[in-house]
């Protein structure tokens, strides 16, 4: 069966970086991309990006450029999320998902809890 | 970027009884590139409906999707307890894939 499973839940300070993992299991993982979705304390979801697990092509939102990164690493079927220079409007819930790009989100993670806070 | 309208932001019903959420999108979703997604308290979102209309594996027949272009629809027949949940619409065919700000299902 279809798992991702996230890297634990993590306190950072503002102006620091974070990098969440999130390991495949059950399916081909370089078929399909990775899908990065946040969604803050009581709020909605927010798309982050996209991977291809295939060849690392990304597509991320405009609003994350120059700080976030995605990458994959397919000998384990794990793929990565960064974000830099956090400030406490990242503090969301982290969710890895399969699929997304002309494709729907198929498979989530269980979801990594990011707090910022000094 | 295509912005998803859902409506409304709250449905309150009970049990047994049909409900309808609307996802209105900015412009045209290319080829009913059109996914809903149930989200439990505490629990990551699961998909409901893909392309519009097709149902995920597991998913039972009293959800249905319909729609295409700009208006799209889920419909939920019969209501059950487990259903009382928050709903999105997202669209995966244009970049930045969006989603809508989500539908609150809440037991009259």
């Known amino acids: 069966q279809v798992q991702l499973v996230q890297s634990g839940a993590e306190v950072k300070q503002p102006g620091a970086s974070v990098k969440v993992s999130c390991k495949a299991s059950?399916?081909?993982?370089?078929?399909?991309?990775i899908t990065w979705v946040r969604q803050a304390p009581g709020q909605g979801l927010e798309w982050m990006g996209w991977i291809s697990a295939y060849n690392g092509n990304t597509n991320y939102a405009q609003k994350l450029q120059g700080r976030v990164t995605m990458t994959t690493d397919t000998s384990t079927s794990t793929a990565y999320m960064e974000l830099r220079s956090l400030t406490s409007d990242d503090t969301a819930v982290y969710y890895c998902?399969?699929?997304?790009?002309?494709?729907?989100?198929?498979?989530w993670g269980q979801g990594t809890l990011l707090t910022v806070s000094s | 970027e295509i912005v998803l309208t859902q409506s409304p932001g709250t449905l309150s019903l009970s049990p047994g009884e049909r409900a309808t959420l609307s996802c209105r999108a900015s412009?045209?979703?290319?080829?009913?590139?059109l996914a809903w997604y149930q989200q439990k308290p505490g629990q990551a979102p699961r998909l409901l409906i893909y392309g519009a209309s097709s149902r995920a594996t597991g998913i039972p027949d009293r959800f249905s999707g319909s729609g295409s272009g700009t208006d799209f629809t889920l419909t939920i027949t019969r209501l059950e307890p487990e259903d009382f949940a928050v709903y999105y619409c997202q669209q995966y065919g244009s970049s930045p894939r969006t989603f809508g700000q989500g539908t609150k299902l809440e037991i009259k």
């Open positions: 998902a399969k699929g997304g790009q002309w494709l729907p989100i198929d498979y």
């Open positions: 059950g399916y081909t993982f370089t078929n399909y991309g």
């Open positions: 412009q045209s979703v290319s080829s009913s590139y």
